[in-house]
């Protein structure tokens, strides 16, 4: 398509035309019949799209807009310090776990290893499915469809 | 326009205030373009909301030298195609209705008219590609200027006018084939 009949076109609906540019837009119209349907379809279209609006949601809506957006925020900030606490409580508790395991004599060595073998079984399992549950979600081809 | 320009830096407790006025300023615009995208009032209002919260949490990223809502729209604009991209088979409302509707009210059979064409623009328009549904949302429906849209998108003014002219070829297309 012709660049300087799109640029004249746009002009002409914005009313930016100069005197000139209407001129040589004229010309360009009358002188190709394929730019003058261009320019026919184009601006029935644009009738068509200047009858209608975007629908406006309720007053109540626009009402709980902010609100809706200073609960998430407030939220969030709630769930960051939730994390850091559950992390620096559930760390110092293991630490203390592992350590008094360690330091307790009364429980036989081989006891000892079966425990760290389980513990060690059951971190690499919980890991494992927290991966693939990770992955599926994010390229999960047809988690639209029902099930 | 108004000019939407507060401080930048990380925005403490009393910044808040001004974030609000900065959210209520441009929430009806934010949700007009996602509404554009998304086709779902309830989808519109949520990643527009989510854009904000974004917004709000890089908002030392912000240049105050720029127009915030150029700056939001990219943020905006990232999620809705993400949306579109993880909800394929999403449900998408009528969004549109007559400037007319008013007027036609009291005459069924213009009433009638009105609501074939409006239902067959809102089909065409759902039929075009999410890039040619934003220019014309931006364009015809939320009136930027060719200049804010070339902002908005990084995209020169003759691209502007060029994608807008194509994506209403698009459309019209799109209605024709519709009317057959």
Redesign the interface.
């Given at each position: 398509?012709n660049?300087r009949f799109?640029?004249l076109?746009?002009k002409y609906f914005e009313n930016e035309l100069t005197d000139s540019e209407s001129q040589e837009f004229e010309t360009l119209i009358n002188s190709n019949s394929e730019l003058k349907q261009?320019f026919e379809?184009?601006n029935?279209?644009?009738e068509?799209?200047?009858?209608?609006?975007?629908?406006n949601?309720s007053r109540e809506?626009?009402d709980g807009?902010?609100l809706?957006?200073?609960n998430?925020?407030e939220r969030?900030i709630a769930w960051i310090a939730i994390s850091i606490g559950a992390i620096i409580f559930f760390g110092f508790v293991s630490i203390e776990a592992v350590n008094s395991f360690i330091n307790d004599t009364h429980t036989p060595p081989i006891v000892k290893v079966g425990i760290s073998i389980l513990v060690f079984g059951a971190l690499v399992l919980i890991f494992s499915l927290l991966r693939e549950k990770f992955f599926t979600s994010k390229h999960d081809k047809y988690k639209?469809v029902q099930r | 326009m108004m000019d939407n320009k507060i401080s930048a830096g990380t925005i403490s407790k009393k910044k808040m205030k001004e974030f609000e006025v900065l959210v209520k300023d441009n929430m009806k615009r934010a949700y007009f373009s996602a509404l554009g995208f998304l086709g779902s009032h309830d989808a519109a209002m949520d990643v527009s909301q989510e854009a904000f919260i974004r917004a709000y949490r890089n908002f030392n990223k912000y240049d105050t030298k720029r127009n915030f809502f150029t700056w939001y729209y990219k943020i905006l604009r990232n999620l809705c195609l993400n949306f579109i991209r993880d909800n394929k088979n999403r449900n998408e409302e009528y969004f549109f209705e007559s400037r007319k509707y008013e007027d036609s009210r009291n005459n069924p059979e213009q009433n009638l008219e009105e609501k074939e064409e409006l239902e067959m623009l809102h089909d065409a328009i759902n039929q075009l590609e999410p890039e040619d549904r934003e220019i014309i949302i931006l364009r015809e429906f939320e009136g930027y200027s060719y200049e804010e849209i070339s902002e908005m998108l990084n995209l020169p003014v003759g691209t502007v006018m060029s994608r807008l002219f194509y994506a209403r070829k698009k459309l019209a297309e799109k209605m024709k084939r519709l009317m057959e």
């Open positions: 398509m660049e799109i640029i076109l746009e261009e379809e184009q029935r279209i644009k068509v799209l200047r009858k209608m609006k975007l629908k949601p809506a626009w807009y902010w809706g957006i200073y998430r925020v969030g639209e | -």
